[in-house]
């Protein structure tokens, strides 16, 4: 089946500092990722939608910025949050669209997320 | 606007008993609908799905969900419930096919399944 890798799986840094998540389709293509972030025990609230080889388009409220999105190949999308502050911490989900499902209907597959702690 | 609702923040359940997780939508047009499973610290995991046809969906580790257009609902169901059933739970819609994709999720449900 699809398989989504997300690495790191789980970073500390320190406030200020920039840390770069990377999300991968490892056996299909994706012409379109999405980042996800999700607060404990909470439900995921979509950040932005990142298409293969354009800009990414950041849901209301998300600071394009603060977090930069890029997809420079159909198996890779990287999400880089700018000088991280304490409640940057969160736990950051991507998924990916395999472009071979059938007509109508891409399926999304999720990655295993990355816990993101900024002391 | 555009909207899932789970309304049970918790269900608990007996192993071997029926389990329920409700979830109802409002949203335009014929929407795809979705279950996911996560687990602590991991991501979603795809259980099932409905997007035509047969109203009663069957999915992953015996979990099957039915459609219901006129309630606009899709609550997730199984027969016999597991201890390793326990987890959260996603009901997601995704409003427009053909769309950029985006899915909108319910806020979770966790399941609670007491031996």
């Known amino acids: 089946g699809a398989v989504v890798s997300q690495h790191p799986s789980w970073v500390i840094c320190k406030s200020g500092t920039s840390v770069k998540i990377e999300c991968r389709s490892l056996?299909?293509?994706?012409?379109?990722m999405f980042w996800y972030r999700q607060f404990p025990k909470q439900s995921l609230m979509l950040m932005a939608t990142s298409n293969e080889g354009s800009k990414a388009t950041y849901e209301q409220g998300v600071e394009k910025d603060k977090f930069l999105i890029n997809h420079a190949s159909l198996t890779l999308s990287t999400l880089t949050v700018t000088s991280a502050h304490p409640e940057d911490s969160s736990f950051y989900i991507c998924?990916?669209?395999?472009?071979?499902?059938?007509?109508?209907?891409?399926?999304?597959?999720f990655g295993p997320g990355t816990r993101l702690t900024v002391l | 606007a555009q909207s899932v609702a789970q309304p049970e923040d918790q269900v608990n359940v007996a192993e071997g008993n029926p389990l329920t997780v409700k979830c109802t939508y409002s949203v335009s047009g014929n929407p795809y609908l979705f279950w996911y499973v996560q687990y602590p610290n991991r991501g979603l995991q795809f259980l099932l799905k409905?997007?035509?046809?047969?109203?009663l969906v069957k999915g992953s580790y015996g979990f099957e969900a039915e459609f219901n257009k006129s309630q606009t609902s899709f609550h997730l169901k199984k027969p016999s419930a597991l201890v390793s059933d326990s987890a959260l739970y996603f009901c997601?819609?995704?409003?427009?096919?053909?769309?950029?994709?985006?899915?909108?999720f319910g806020q979770g449900t966790t399941l609670q399944v007491k031996p």
């Open positions: 997601a819609v995704r409003p427009l096919p053909g769309n950029t994709g985006k899915l909108i």
């Open positions: 409905y997007i035509t046809g047969d109203n």
């Open positions: 998924s990916a669209r395999d472009v071979s499902g059938e007509a109508g209907y891409n399926e999304q597959f």
């Open positions: 056996d299909f293509q994706a012409t379109t």
